[in-house]
């Protein structure tokens, strides 16, 4: 098996005059927690929906766990084992917390659930109650989701995305418009989710990503301008210019 659990190659993607992602490589290793990072609108986004299948590469490959998913769309490379948390957009609001993390449970189980329902609802109840116990949302079960402190409802994303039990999670800006005490719970989270699940995400919180990436991609207007360790980022001069004057 392959070190490398997502491999990207030559990613491109313009809309209109605008070239959101230009030609970026992007390997993952397996276990890794690994950052994007870059000012707004340097193409982090962009990046993720191309890996996703949500949006279609103009140039390029991706390839996760050694098969090739370019332009697969979301539904096929989910069941591949490739998550993205999404905003809560995506959360049904009048129905628990229960109903929705059962429900993406269910989507990703095999379609026996639906042949052999006396044999294949109780797993899939099981998982739903482990992934509501690891995300600390076991409590809140009963409560509908659109009643959820915006922290909840984050971490509901969360919750569904694992009730997939994907391999590779994609988290987008996890703790964006969280408390700081919300973020410091979301960030130790993560760091545990991690043990079990490679993790590709992006923050706008520096300390943050500091604290929790092993690897750090820096974008820069579609192009990758650095990628090292939190360390090597902190103090590369090209990445602190972005960050103080957002130009290089
Ligand atoms: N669907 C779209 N149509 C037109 N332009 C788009 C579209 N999606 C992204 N862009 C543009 O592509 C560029 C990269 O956007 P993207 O959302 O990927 O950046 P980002 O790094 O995620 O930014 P942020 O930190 O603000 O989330 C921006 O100039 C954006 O306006
Ligand atoms: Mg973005």
């Not at 971490?155 to 964006?176: C, G, K, N, Q």
């Amino acid at each position: 098996m392959s070190d490398l659990i997502l491999r990207a190659e030559k990613l491109d993607r313009s809309f209109g005059g605008i070239h959101a992602v230009a030609g970026v490589d992007l390997d993952i290793r397996r276990g890794s927690l690994h950052a994007v990072i870059g000012p707004n609108g340097s193409g982090k986004t962009t990046l993720f929906n191309l890996i996703t299948g949500h949006t279609r590469p103009g140039a390029g490959r991706v390839a996760f766990d050694g098969h090739d998913i370019t332009g697969m769309p979301y539904h096929k490379v989910a069941r591949r084992g490739l998550a993205k948390s999404y905003q809560i957009t995506t959360v049904f609001p009048l129905l628990t917390v229960f109903e929705n993390v059962r429900i993406a449970a269910q989507s990703a189980a095999h379609s026996y659930v639906f042949w052999r329902p006396a044999d294949g609802i109780r797993p899939v109840t099981a998982h739903t109650e482990r992934v509501l116990e690891r995300i600390g949302l076991a409590e809140s079960r009963g409560v509908i989701a659109g009643n959820l402190s915006h922290g909840d409802q984050r971490r509901l994303d969360l919750a569904i995305a694992l009730a997939t039990s994907p391999r590779l999670l994609l988290l987008d800006e996890p703790t964006a418009g969280m408390s700081p005490s919300d973020t410091a719970a979301t960030v130790e989270l993560i760091h545990e989710l991690n043990r079990d699940v490679t993790i590709l995400m992006t923050e706008h919180k520096m300390d943050v990503i500091l604290s929790v990436a092993d690897t750090i991609t820096v974008l820069h207007q579609g192009v990758v301008l650095f990628e090292g360790g939190p360390d090597e980022v902190k103090s590369h001069p090209k990445v602190q210019e972005v960050y103080l004057t957002g130009t290089v």
